[in-house]
């Protein structure tokens, strides 16, 4: 029971039900990366004690350009250290 407190959740929003998925590792931490169109959802599924914010958010950006092939839009992201939300800047979009 204890172990299943701890497993991480990465069910998407209502609106990104559907939409492209990928998990991705950045420097120790997974996360599952959910987008559609220039929105999208970040979980941090790895288990952590206290992970610090500027360093799970500098992951999460990282991990999205990898998942998407985009850029996060300066000044877009935001949440906490276990639900982030962006918008991409893709190219040629």
């Given at each position: 029971m204890f172990l299943a407190a701890l497993t991480a959740c990465d069910s998407p929003s209502l609106r990104m039900h559907g939409a492209n998925r990928q998990v991705v590792e950045v420097g120790g931490s997974l996360f599952a990366v959910h987008w559609r169109g220039d929105e999208v959802e970040i979980y941090r599924t790895s288990i952590e004690l206290s992970p610090s914010?500027?360093?799970?958010?500098?992951?999460?950006?990282r991990a999205v350009e990898i998942a998407t092939g985009c850029r996060?839009?300066?000044?877009?992201?935001?949440?906490?250290?276990a639900l982030m939300t962006?918008?991409?800047e893709c190219p040629g979009a």
């Open positions: 914010m500027s360093l799970t958010f500098a992951k999460a950006t996060v839009e300066n000044g877009s992201l935001g949440g906490d250290v962006a918008r991409l």
